[in-house]
């Protein structure tokens, strides 16, 4: 393969609409016409210009840091290989003089610059769906249509986020399994998936106050909804914002068996009325989610976990509880303290009944290479039962 800086190629033009941007290129004598589609919201490049498999991954990264988008028109095995190959060469050496939380966003900062220059690398989605201009294209028509409904226009879509479009479907397919449950849950595309398993443990395992109703807030992919099902709570009101997460959650609840007892409402927290059992797994991070999938991690300034506990106490009946199941790990990071979380149940008017603890089993938590190894060996899920003071 020839390096060259910038394949011989007239630059693509990018037309902004009033609800879209267009782009439009010559091609084989006729004009071709695409939108700019982005599931992370991510404006179009500059520049686009169309490339071939004589692209090499030093030309590619030259390209990607000049802000130059590359739209491939080679083979699509040698696309994803050159992708790989450009992520290999976006590295950020870790700095051992940095606190914990200085590296967190050092890390935080490096995963938006390799998601930015890796998104440069674009190919066509024609309607059907298929990527039908690139030589050996896999079939990609049942994955994009479970991730973006109906392709019924020619789009403009990063080669990452089409290869995450088709592992979310294989996730999709196969299902996770979940040892509580001795079944699978099948997680869409953009919902967070429950591999991580000790959360769901907790939920099995903590003394249920009543198995009459429960609240299961922001519920995902309704994998809690089903633990608490499964332990015989007769009612169950799920809810959540994210339209995927409420059709993954109704998917999975039905699947299980377990549709006619749970109901799924679109809402921001919680439904109306008591319960005597409120559960919520809150995102448990303190920062700014940059993917859909951050939202499940990521909770700006806590803004979620405040109004969660805030609002808790008018949603319980006299006796009922609240099951706040979350991580610590922004505690172990510096961006938060355990001070700050009690502060914020004695805010709220809680009192903490009783906690139960785990370890994470995430390969990360014993990945030495991990430069936040430290803090993820320390971390700690807990299950606070809450009850009003």
Not at 260 to 288: F, H, Q, S, T
Request: charged share 20%; proline share 8%; with cysteine.
């Amino acid at each position: 393969m020839i390096d060259t800086p910038e394949p011989q190629s007239a630059a693509l033009e990018i037309i902004q609409r009033p609800d879209r941007f267009v782009v439009e290129w010559q091609e084989g004598g006729e004009l071709h016409a695409a939108v700019w589609h982005s599931e992370n919201g991510a404006p179009p490049p500059g520049r686009i210009i169309a490339v071939n498999d004589d692209l090499t991954a030093a030309g590619a990264l030259r390209l990607a840091l000049a802000g130059t988008a590359m739209l491939w028109r080679g083979d699509f095995p040698t696309a994803r290989r050159l992708l790989k190959a450009l992520d290999t060469r976006i590295v950020r050496p870790a700095n051992r003089s940095r606190t914990p939380a200085e590296e967190f966003h050092a890390q935080r900062q490096l995963q938006s610059r390799r998601a930015r220059l890796l998104g440069m690398i674009l190919v066509q989605l024609d309607p059907s769906p298929t990527v039908s201009a690139l030589r050996r294209a896999p079939d990609v028509a049942a994955a994009c249509l479970h991730a973006y409904g109906v392709v019924s226009e020619t789009r403009l879509v990063s080669l990452r986020e089409l290869l995450g479009v088709s592992s979310a479907y294989h996730w999709f397919v196969e299902g996770v399994a979940v040892p509580a449950l001795g079944a699978r849950i099948h997680p869409h595309y953009g919902v967070f998936s429950p591999v991580r398993g000790e959360y769901v443990d907790l939920v099995a395992q903590a003394p249920l106050p009543s198995h009459r109703l429960a609240f299961d807030i922001g519920t995902g992919s309704g994998v809690l909804a089903a633990v608490l099902a499964a332990r015989g709570v007769q009612s169950i009101v799920a809810t959540d914002r994210e339209p995927r997460a409420l059709a993954c959650a109704r998917d999975n609840l039905d699947r299980l068996g377990y549709g006619e007892r749970v109901e799924i409402l679109n809402a921001d927290l919680y439904p109306a009325g008591r319960a005597p059992l409120v559960v919520c797994n809150p995102p448990w991070l303190p920062g700014k989610p940059r993917s859909p999938l951050d939202h499940a991690v990521y909770d700006p300034g806590s803004r979620m976990l405040r109004a969660l506990l805030d609002r808790l106490g008018k949603h319980l009946t006299p006796d009922g509880e609240g099951w706040l199941v979350i991580s610590d790990l922004a505690e172990h990071l510096g961006l938060s303290s355990r001070r700050d979380l009690l502060s914020a149940f004695d805010s709220a008017g809680l009192q903490v009944l009783d906690r139960l603890d785990t370890k994470p089993r995430h390969p990360r938590a014993t990945d030495h290479s991990d430069p936040l190894h430290a803090a993820r060996a320390a971390e700690i899920t807990s299950l606070w039962r809450l009850s009003p003071h």
